[in-house]
C-alpha cells in the first residue's frame, strides 16, 4: 500500500476513534444530568455520582485536538493507536481502540529504539490539525534506512511558543520517559539544567500516577507549588490538557488559605525567616504572651475579693504547658486551674462559720453559683486575655514584627523589626503557617466547631425519633405486608439525609482548607524553597510523595536549597530518589553556548545541558547610551511584533520596559532582549544566575542591549550596529 492510501486509511480510522469519543461524551452527559436529577440513594452518594460524572465529561474534553497521535506496529502484527485517553470497543470484550499513553502496553511508543526495539517492528507519529491527520513519519525498526523518530520532536521544538506550556504526549523522550513512570513511593528529585523539560515531566508524571493510583489521588488531589503567577498561569494547562483536574496550583506565598502575597523580604531578613531556628523564635514569642501578673488581680466574687496571684498564675501556666495543647486550646486548661483556685478560696471565706462541712449539697449549690458568676465576671474575663489571650497568627506575628521588646523577649535578631507588622512577604507565609500549629485554633473556630458539633447532635436525635416512630408504625403491622422502610435503613443513613453537603469542588475545598492534606505535591523551583518553607509541604503532604523539580546553579533566593540531601534527609531519610535531565530541548546550542561561558563563572563543577538542535541564528550584542536605551528597547520590541511567536525584555531591576528574570523563571519565549547584563551581574552570585536564567529563557533569538562595557562570559556575542 502507498503512502496516500495508507493515509487516508489512517485517517479514517482516526475519524472513528472521533465518531466514539463523541457518543461516549454525549452518554456520559446524560448520566450526568441524570445524575444532578438525584438517582442515589443518600446525599453523599448523589454528589460522589454527579463528581464523577463531571471528571469524567472533562476527560473527554481534553481530546478534542490530538486524540491520537501515533501506532505502534509489533513483530508480531500487532497493531496498537496511542493516544490521550483511552477508548475501548464496547462490542468486542471491551479491546481496546485507542491507548491511554500512560498504560503499560504504551510505553514502547516512547522508549523503543534500533537497537533495542522491545518487540516493536514501527513506530509511526502522526501530524494532526484539529481532528484530521495531514500526514505521518515512520520509524521502522530492525531494518536499513534513515529513521525519521526526530522529525515530530524537532517541529515542536521549532513551532513558535504560544501563551502557555504544551504538554509533550506526542514526543516524550526515552529519558524522560523513564521518570514519568517511576514507581517511587516516597520523594523523587528531578534535577536539570534550562531547557531540559523537567516541569513538563513533572507534570507528566502527575497525570501518570493519577492514571495508576486513580482512587488513592483523587481523594484529595495534587499540589503544584511555582515560583510565581506568571509561571502558574505558564503551565495551568498542561494536566487539563491530559485530562486532569485535582490539581491546586499556588505559588509559596500562597500556601496558606487567606494570605496572598508576592512582596519579598531583603535577603538578609528573607536568610533569617527562612532558617529553622525560626521555630524557636516562635515559641518563645508564644511563651511570652503567657503572662504572670506583675501585682496581684483582686476578682470580685459574692461577698468577698478574691486575687490572682503570681504563684497561682505560675502554676496554671505550667499545667496548661505541660498539657502539650496548642496555645489557645490549652487556656482551657490555664482557665481550670485558676477557676479552681479562686472559687475554693472563696467558698472558704463565705460559707465559713455558717456552712457545715458535712453539707455537701449545700457547698456544691454555692460552688456552682460562683463558677456561674465568674464566667459571666468581665474582670475576670479580663484577667484571663491579659494572662493568657487567645491568639491568631497574624496578630502575634504582627504584634512581634512591630515590637522591639517582643523580638528581644523572644530571642529573634532585630533586623525582623518593622513598622507595619502585618505587611506580609513571602518569607511571612510559611511563620504564619507555623503558628497556626502552635496556637491551634483561636475563640471564634472553637465556637463554629461546638455550633458544628451541636448541629450534628441534633440531627441525629431528630433521626432517631424518626426511627422511633417507624418502629412503633412497624409493630403494628402484620408479618406478611410488604418490606418496611427500617428494614433497609439505618439510623446513620437518616442523619445524612438531613445533612447539607458540601458541593464545592476538590479543588475549591483544598485551596480553602488549611488543614487539607495531599496524596502528592509537585514543588517547581524547589531550589528557591526554605527550611520553613518545606515544614509547610511536609504538613500538607503526611505521605511523603513528592515530585521536586529544580537546579541548584539557578538558586537565587539565599534562603535555598545548596543541597537536595540537606532540605529532604530530615523529614525521609533515606526515601528519596534523584534523577537528573541532561538534554536542552529548548535553547538553540548556539544561545546555550553564551549561557554555559556564565554558568562557567559563577558555577565551575555544573555541566551544562547539552542543545538537541541548533537553528543557525547567532544571538548578538549592541552598546548604546542611557540616552538611546529607551528607543532600542521599543525598536525590538517593534520587530518582534511583527513576528510570529512571543518575546520579552529582561533588565535590572527599575529599567523600564523590563522585567527581572526571577519574574521568568520557568517560562520560554521564542525571542529575548537581555539589557543591562553588567548590572544584572553585580548583584554577586545571585546576579549570575539572575543573567543565566535570563539567557536561558529564548527557544529561537537572543540579543544583548549593554551600556558598560560586556561582561567577560559575553564578549564572544556578534557586534550588532
Not at 469542588?505 to 531550589?527: K, M, N, P, S
Not at 521536586?548 to 531519610?573: F, H, I, K, N, T
Not at 553588567?678 to 542591549?705: F, S
Request: charged share 25%.
Amino acid at each position: 500500500m502507498g503512502y496516500e492510501e495508507e493515509l487516508q486509511s489512517e485517517r479514517d480510522y482516526v475519524a472513528g476513534l472521533y465518531a466514539r469519543l463523541d457518543a461516549e461524551r454525549a452518554r456520559v452527559k446524560a448520566a450526568y444530568q441524570s445524575a444532578l436529577g438525584g438517582t442515589g440513594e443518600t446525599a453523599m452518594e448523589r454528589d460522589n455520582e454527579v463528581r464523577a460524572r463531571h471528571r469524567e465529561m472533562k476527560r473527554l474534553n481534553v481530546a478534542d485536538y490530538g486524540l491520537c497521535f501515533g501506532r505502534l506496529d509489533s513483530v508480531d502484527g500487532d497493531v496498537s493507536y496511542i493516544g490521550r485517553i483511552g477508548l475501548f470497543d464496547e462490542f468486542d470484550d471491551f479491546e481496546p481502540v485507542l491507548l491511554d499513553w500512560r498504560a503499560p502496553a504504551a510505553r514502547p511508543f516512547y522508549t523503543a529504539t534500533g537497537a533495542q526495539p522491545e518487540g516493536m517492528a514501527r513506530r509511526r507519529q502522526f501530524h494532526t490539525r484539529r481532528r484530521a491527520v495531514a500526514g505521518f513519519t515512520d520509524e521502522v525498526f530492525g531494518k536499513l534506512g534513515e529513521e525519521q523518530g526526530d522529525v515530530a520532536l524537532l517541529a515542536a521544538l521549532n513551532a513558535p511558543r504560544g501563551e502557555g506550556m504544551r504538554d509533550i504526549v506526542a514526543t516524550i523522550q526515552a529519558e524522560q520517559d523513564a521518570i514519568i513512570r517511576l514507581d517511587h513511593p516516597g520523594v523523587l528529585v528531578i534535577e536539570g539544567g534550562p531547557g531540559t523539560g523537567k516541569t513538563v515531566v513533572a507534570l507528566h508524571r502527575v497525570a501518570y500516577l493519577m492514571y495508576t493510583q486513580r482512587e488513592r489521588m483523587e481523594r484529595h488531589g495534587v499540589l503544584v507549588v511555582g515560583p510565581n503567577p506568571a509561571f502558574l498561569n505558564h503551565i495551568g494547562r498542561v494536566l487539563p490538557s491530559l485530562g486532569e483536574s485535582d490539581v491546586v496550583f499556588t505559588t509559596a506565598g500562597g500556601l496558606l488559605p487567606g494570605v496572598r502575597t508576592s512582596r519579598e523580604d531583603v535577603p538578609d531578613v528573607a536568610r533569617l525567616k527562612g532558617s529553622l531556628k525560626m521555630v524557636e523564635v516562635l515559641k518563645a514569642a508564644v511563651a511570652d504572651r503567657q503572662r504572670l501578673p506583675v501585682s496581684p488581680i483582686p476578682i470580685g466574687m459574692k461577698d468577698v475579693v478574691v486575687e490572682i496571684n503570681a504563684e497561682t498564675a505560675e502554676w496554671a501556666r505550667q499545667e496548661a504547658r505541660d498539657s502539650g495543647l496548642p496555645h489557645n486550646e490549652a487556656r482551657k486548661v490555664f482557665t481550670e486551674i485558676i477557676t479552681y483556685v479562686l472559687t475554693e478560696r472563696a467558698l472558704g471565706r463565705i460559707g465559713k462559720g455558717w456552712l457545715s462541712r458535712s453539707d455537701k449539697a449545700g457547698w456544691e449549690d454555692m460552688r456552682s453559683g460562683l463558677l456561674k458568676d465568674l464566667a459571666d465576671d468581665g474582670a475576670f474575663l479580663r484577667a484571663l486575655d491579659e494572662l493568657w489571650p487567645l491568639l491568631t497568627p497574624e496578630q502575634l506575628l504582627g504584634s512581634l514584627y512591630s515590637s522591639a521588646e517582643r523580638l528581644a523577649a523572644a530571642g529573634a535578631d532585630p533586623s525582623l523589626h518593622r513598622v507595619q507588622g502585618d505587611a506580609w512577604t513571602v518569607s511571612d507565609v510559611p511563620l504564619l503557617d507555623e503558628l497556626h500549629e502552635l496556637l491551634g485554633r483561636d475563640g471564634s473556630e472553637q465556637a463554629r466547631d461546638q455550633a458544628a458539633l451541636a448541629e450534628k447532635q441534633a440531627e441525629a436525635r431528630y433521626a432517631s425519633e424518626v426511627l422511633d416512630s417507624l418502629v412503633g408504625r412497624q409493630d403494628h403491622m402484620d408479618d406478611e405486608d410488604h418490606l418496611f422502610a427500617t428494614d433497609l435503613l439505618f439510623a446513620e443513613d437518616l442523619a445524612e439525609r438531613f445533612d447539607e453537603h458540601d458541593t464545592r469542588t476538590l479543588v475549591e475545598r483544598a485551596a480553602a482548607d488549611r488543614g487539607w492534606t495531599y496524596r502528592h505535591v509537585v514543588v517547581d523551583e524547589a531550589q528557591e524553597l526554605s527550611e520553613m518553607d518545606w515544614r509547610v509541604l511536609m504538613r500538607r503532604c503526611p505521605g511523603r510523595s513528592f515530585t521536586v523539580v529544580g537546579d541548584l546553579a539557578q538558586r537565587r533566593s539565599p534562603a535555598g536549597a545548596s543541597s537536595w540531601a540537606d532540605m529532604l534527609e530530615p523529614y525521609v531519610p533515606g526515601r528519596w530518589l534523584y534523577r537528573s535531565l541532561t538534554v536542552n530541548y529548548r535553547t538553540p546550542a548556539e544561545i546555550m553556548a553564551v549561557a554555559a561561558r556564565v554558568l562557567a563563572e559563577f558555577a565551575p563543577d555544573v555541566q551544562a545541558p547539552e542543545s538537541v538542535r541548533a537553528n543557525g541564528v547567532q544571538p548578538w550584542a549592541r552598546q548604546v547610551s542611557a540616552a538611546e536605551l529607551p528607543a532600542a528597547i521599543e525598536e525590538f520590541v517593534t520587530a518582534e511584533a511583527s513576528l510570529e511567536g512571543t518575546s520579552v525584555v529582561i533588565g535590572p531591576p527599575g529599567v523600564p520596559g523590563t522585567i527581572p528574570a526571577s519574574e521568568t523563571k520557568g517560562l520560554e519565549y521564542d525571542s529575548v532582549l537581555v539589557v543591562e547584563p553588567e548590572r544584572i551581574l553585580a548583584d554577586g552570585p545571585r546576579g549570575a544566575a539572575e543573567l543565566y536564567v535570563a539567557l536561558t529563557r529564548a527557544t529561537q533569538r537572543l540579543g544583548v542591549l549593554h551600556h558598560e562595557p560586556l561582561p567577560d562570559p559575553l564578549t564572544g556575542l556578534k557586534p550588532k550596529v
